[in-house]
Nanobody, 124 residues
């Protein structure tokens, strides 16, 4: 089993930045792919960014100019740097992990483990 714990959420103003962290424990996850998702009342688990064990990254068009996913396998941690946050980014943000071999990485059902989420609130 892999446990994932997100941190770094909070309340910010439009234009600010936040860095979310996802700490993994339970086993070595260097070969796992990770994804960041968010959930709002209007949309359930929108995929934002993913990173493979080899470091390849993928982004949703809605965030690729502002968000960056990275991983530090020595720390068993994955990050999501979010810049120029806007009120429409307000959501609960989740990280998820998928064992190799990977599926598409774009769909929530492809992932094996999930964190509990961290709230991000962006105000004008």
């Amino acid at each position: 089993q892999v446990q994932l714990v997100e941190s770094g959420g909070g309340s910010v103003q439009a234009g600010d930045s936040l860095r979310l962290s996802c700490a993994a424990s339970g086993r070595t996850v260097s070969t796992y792919a990770f994804g960041w998702f968010r959930r709002t009342p209007r949309k359930d688990r929108e995929m934002l960014a993913a990173i493979t064990g080899q470091g390849s990254t993928f982004y949703a068009d809605s965030v690729k100019a502002r968000f960056t996913i990275a991983r530090d396998d020595a720390k068993n941690t994955v990050y999501l740097q979010m810049n120029n946050l806007q009120p429409e980014d307000t959501a609960i943000y989740f990280c998820a992990a998928e064992r190799a071999p990977y599926g598409s990485l774009w769909y929530a059902q492809d992932y094996d483990y999930w964190g509990q989420g961290t709230q991000v609130t962006v105000s004008f």
